[in-house]
């Protein structure tokens, strides 16, 4: 008898522990942003037409009745014509696609693809909607939600049409639970990114100068400093030649050891400072070249 209530106390001790566990879990960064098929600026649209401004946040509701917090777009743009000296989006002289990812800085944008079919002067309508989930600093897709369509309806809340698209047959269930899992992989493995790293004619470092009493090639040396800077050893090489090193995939962390963000900016500075170390290994004096960033590629010049 004694030994059954020990039996009992032991286990209902070690359940009050785990019900006190507290398990970490990383939630994803999310922004929702318009896109069309047919060539129309979805921005602009967005800025200058109600009925996608709705659309955009009936879309934004059903992510955080599930959790999320999305980062405004309207703000996100606000900031960039600010930051930009501009007033309006229209004939930009910059990607401004590019500026807003930069801007909102979040693990994941969300295109929503929407197409709006009206009859009968406006006063049926019904909406297409499509998501694809996007990795921001590689571009990777993570996941899709098929294009869906609401039936037409005697409405012009396309608030409630984007609704119905959604809720029926689970479909926004379905698409967060493939981009959660998606998410996880990317926290387990990493983000892959790709580096390419060039030698032009004005270059005074190429890729097969010899470093040091063991003779390495610069680009041994800059393999052998990825090899050990990827997450968990993840790289893999596309080409090594006199011109060029490549990587076609680079596997970097989602966060820092303290929790913070780490983006393929961080990455590409830390790699340009070591590409230029190696450089000077040979003993000519160079300065360190800016690297290129663009959706999820670090493109650098040897000096």
């Not at 800077?229 to 011109?243: F, L, P, T, V």
């Amino acid at each position: 008898m004694k030994q059954k209530i020990f039996l009992f106390l032991f286990i209902a001790i070690i359940a009050n522990k785990l019900a006190g566990q507290e398990v970490e879990q990383i939630q994803p960064t999310i922004m929702v942003m318009p896109f069309t098929k047919g060539g129309q600026n979805a921005l602009e649209l967005f800025e200058n037409d109600f009925k996608w401004q709705s659309i955009i946040a009936r879309v934004n509701n059903a992510f955080q009745e599930r959790g999320f917090r999305p980062k405004d777009l309207q703000e996100t743009i606000n900031q960039v014509k600010r930051t930009k000296a501009i007033n309006s989006l229209k004939n930009a002289n910059f990607n401004v696609e590019e500026a807003i990812y930069a801007e909102a800085r979040t693990d994941i944008i969300v295109k929503a693809f929407i197409n709006i079919h009206s009859e009968d002067g406006g006063t049926t309508n019904s909406v297409q909607i499509s998501l694809k989930a996007i990795e921001t600093s590689s571009r990777m897709s993570l996941y899709d939600l098929p294009v869906a369509s609401s039936p037409p309806f005697k409405t012009t809340d396309y608030g409630y049409l984007v609704d119905r698209v959604l809720t029926e047959e689970n479909r926004i269930e379905k698409f967060i639970d493939g981009l959660n899992e998606a998410f996880g992989q990317i926290i387990e493995l990493g983000k892959a990114i790709t580096i390419e790293i060039s030698v032009t004619e004005d270059s005074k470092i190429k890729l097969d100068d010899e470093i040091g009493d063991n003779a390495d090639f610069v680009s041994e040396l800059i393999t052998e400093w990825v090899k050990n800077n990827a997450y968990k050893n993840q790289y893999r090489i596309k080409q090594d030649s006199e011109n060029v090193l490549s990587f076609d995939e680079v596997r970097i962390p989602l966060r820092t050891e303290t929790g913070n963000n780490y983006t393929i900016n961080d990455f590409s500075r830390s790699i340009s400072r070591a590409i230029a170390k190696i450089c000077r290994g040979t003993g000519i004096k160079v300065k360190r070249t800016k690297p290129s960033i663009s959706e999820g590629t670090i493109r650098i010049i040897l000096p």
